[in-house]
């Protein structure tokens, strides 16, 4: 059994109840040692943790001006600012799913859309975007095309200053414009290093033909110059 004392406080600031060691009297010291230590050391994490919040927040450096070289924005391109009598070329969207979307749930249903079914459902959209060509051609508009597979739509061009105009008509949805692709070979050219080829070879393909077997376009299509009669579905292209 232990003998009990009562020294003064150690080095490390603890009292020290048992000097003899053995029993419990050397347990109980050693579980005040390690609360110290628990203590210290929270102390410690929560001063990291609250310093670098604090040093971050008075950095100026976070909300600093940025050096933009002496350039300013192009707000010409905002719709509001250009020529209102401009000619622009956009889509209007109507109310109304396209066909595409009874398609997608034909498929999911494990089966396909007929040909009539299809024609079915596109004569509901024609009839409605008939009514709204009539509106949007009193606006100025020239009708460029329509869809109703893809989405339920037509593509006009008319003067800037109509756009909001023929975003309030009734049954218009979404105004946008229209994009315009163009072909870019840039990169694949410098992907592909063709000049280099051509350069330390000297040969550019010319005086080569190349044939291409491929299922073609539909150059009945208006957009590839033809005449949009539907006779391409019984051409066998010869």
Not at 43 to 55: D, E, N, Q, Y
Not at 132 to 148: D, E, F, H, I
Not at 163 to 175: C, E
Request: charged share 20%.
């Amino acid at each position: 059994m232990g003998v009990l004392t009562s020294p003064p406080l150690g080095r490390s600031g603890e009292d020290i109840l048992v000097h003899q060691t053995g029993g419990r009297g050397e347990v109980r010291i050693r579980l005040k040692k390690r609360r110290l230590v628990t203590a210290a050391g929270m102390s410690v994490l929560l001063v990291a943790t609250i310093m670098p919040a604090t040093a971050a927040g008075r950095s100026p450096e976070r909300f600093g001006r940025v050096d933009t070289g002496g350039r300013t924005p192009n707000l010409d391109v905002l719709a509001m600012n250009r020529d209102p009598n401009a000619t622009v070329s956009i889509i209007v969207q109507l109310s109304g799913q396209p066909v595409a979307v009874a398609a997608g749930a034909a498929l999911d249903a494990g089966r396909e859309l007929s040909e009539a079914e299809k024609a079915a459902l596109r004569q509901p959209l024609i009839s409605r975007q008939a009514n709204l060509k009539t509106q949007l051609r009193t606006l100025g508009a020239r009708v460029q095309g329509s869809y109703t597979d893809v989405l339920n739509g037509v593509r006009i061009s008319v003067k800037a200053n109509q756009v909001q105009r023929i975003a309030a008509l009734p049954g218009v949805t979404k105004v946008e414009p229209t994009p315009t692709h163009y072909r870019d070979n840039t990169n694949t050219v410098r992907y592909l290093r063709a000049d280099k080829a051509w350069g330390r070879t000297g040969n550019t393909g010319a005086g080569v033909n190349i044939a291409i077997i491929d299922s073609g376009i539909n150059y009945y299509h208006p957009g590839f110059g033809g005449t949009g009669n539907p006779e391409y579905a019984a051409d066998n292209g010869l």
